[in-house]
T-cell receptor, first 113, second 114 residues
Framework: DARVTQTPRHKVTEMGQEVTMRCQPI?????VFWYRQTMMQGLELLAY????????DSGMPKDRFSAEMPDATLATLKIQPSEPRDSAVYFC???????????FGSGTRLTVV | AQSVTQLDSQVPVFEEAPVELRCNYS??????LFWYVQYPNQGLQLLLK??????LVESINGFEAEFNKSQTSFHLRKPSVHISDTAEYFC????????????FGQGTTLQVKP
C-alpha cells in the first residue's frame, strides 16, 4: 500500500532550537495537509497545499512556524524558535481528489523541554 | 463557516453491545462526510465516507454511518463491538467545492470493556 512517510517519528529538543519535520506525500497526490494534535485542542489544521502552492495557513502561528513544499515529493514544517507549548503530534496527510478522503502519515511526536 | 461537532468525548461500552457515535455538522453548502479512526500511537485511517447517493454507508469491519440531511448528522454505528474497536473516532467534513479543506470534530474515544 502507498504510504505517507513522516520523519522523524520522535523528536526531543530544547526550547529555542529549530525543529524541522518532513513529509513525503504519496506519489501523484497534489494536496498536502499539516495537522497538530494535542489532548487539549484535538486536531488543528495548520496549513495545506495544492500543487505545491499554499492554500490556507491561517491556523499556523506565523511568527515561528513555516510550511513549504520545495518539490512535489517533500513537504516541510519548521518551528523556529521552538517552545514547550509546541509539544504535540504533527501529522501530514495527502490526497488527490478530496471526495476520496486523505491518507495520513504516522506522525511526528515533538517534545520541547 | 463550516464546523463539526461530536457530541460525546468518551463512550464506554461493553463488548458485543451496540454503539452509536454522534456527529453533527453545519454548512450552508453540500458536503462530503468522513469518519476516521485512530488506534493508540498511530495515525488516522479512513473508516468510511459519504459523497452522494445512498445515505447509509458501510465499512469493511462492521461499522456503518447514516447521512441525515435534515438533521445535518452523520452518526456512526456498530451493532456489536469488539475489544479491538477501542480507539478514537473522528468525524470530518469537506465542502464539495474546490478547496478540499478537511475539518475535523473533536473526536470520540470509544472504550470497549470486556
Amino acid at each position: 500500500d502507498a504510504r505517507v512517510t513522516q520523519t522523524p517519528r520522535h523528536k526531543v529538543t530544547e526550547m529555542g532550537q529549530e525543529v524541522t519535520m518532513r513529509c513525503q506525500p504519496i506519489l501523484g497526490h497534489n494536496t498536502v495537509f499539516w495537522y497538530r494534535q494535542t489532548m487539549m485542542q484535538g486536531l488543528e489544521l495548520l496549513a495545506y497545499f495544492r500543487n505545491r502552492a499554499p492554500l490556507d495557513d491561517s491556523g499556523m502561528p506565523k511568527d515561528r512556524f513555516s510550511a513549504e513544499m520545495p518539490d512535489a515529493t517533500l513537504a516541510t514544517l519548521k518551528i523556529q524558535p521552538s517552545e514547550p507549548r509546541d509539544s504535540a503530534v504533527y501529522f501530514c496527510a495527502s490526497g488527490l481528489v478530496s471526495r476520496n478522503g486523505y491518507t495520513f502519515g504516522s506522525g511526528t511526536r515533538l517534545t520541547v523541554v | 463557516a463550516q464546523s463539526v461537532t461530536q457530541l460525546d468525548s468518551q463512550v464506554p461500552v461493553f463488548e458485543e453491545a451496540p454503539v452509536e457515535l454522534r456527529c453533527n455538522y453545519s454548512s450552508s453548502v453540500s458536503v462530503y462526510l468522513f469518519w476516521y479512526v485512530q488506534y493508540p500511537n498511530q495515525g488516522l485511517q479512513l473508516l468510511l465516507k459519504y459523497l452522494s447517493g445512498s445515505t447509509l454507508v458501510e465499512s469493511i469491519n462492521g461499522f456503518e454511518a447514516e447521512f441525515n440531511k435534515s438533521q445535518t448528522s452523520f452518526h456512526l454505528r456498530k451493532p456489536s463491538v469488539h475489544i479491538s474497536d477501542t480507539a478514537e473516532y473522528f468525524c470530518a467534513v469537506i465542502l464539495s467545492s474546490n478547496t478540499g479543506k478537511l475539518i475535523f470534530g473533536q473526536g470520540t474515544t470509544l472504550q470497549v470493556k470486556p
